[in-house]
């Protein structure tokens, strides 16, 4: 029979490996200071932008990404530190990261790691200031429309005209 400690630290990379098994990204940051309600804001503004908290020893965070991370990422976890998986969207879960570092600022986002590279913290906020992929997804269907609209509104208005025009000579041959 195996030691709690050691089906604690199976059970822990075990669920890293699965936080990063869909997209190999996610965000590193220090939680030293923050009470515990706060902690659980965070956890539900991130369950909002389909993203997750992962609280870890620091050590078996290392061991875990040790063969899917470069040495500068893995410096990064160091002291009270949690890692943010998200599934779909990066922009999603920046934005509710620094939506909540406005109102705590114990919290301290130490960077990440981003479809095969580290980014810093400046990079993550210039990410969060992007639109989410459904808005972007809005946008380019609107732009793919628009032109099509146009030309229906341009065909229907002169359709609308020669029935004016039509009715006017009905109008004027009937007097």
Known sequence: MKKISVLVKETSTTRIH???AGNNSFFIIKYSGLSSPAMSTLRIALRGANAELFVVKNTVARKALKDKVGEDVLKLIDGPAGIIFYKDDPVGASKA???F???????KIEGGFLQERMVTTKELEALSKL???DVLRAQVVFTLKSPITRLVMTLKGNMRALVC???QIKTKKAN
Do not use: A, R, S, V
């Not at 570092?101 to 919290?107: A, I, M, P, S, V």
């Open 131 to 133: 639109p989410t992929k």
């Open 165 to 167: 025009c039509l009715e």
């Open 97 to 99: 990261l620094f939506t």
């Open 101 to 107: 570092l406005k109102d705590n600022e114990k919290l």
């Open 18 to 20: 699965q936080g990063i």
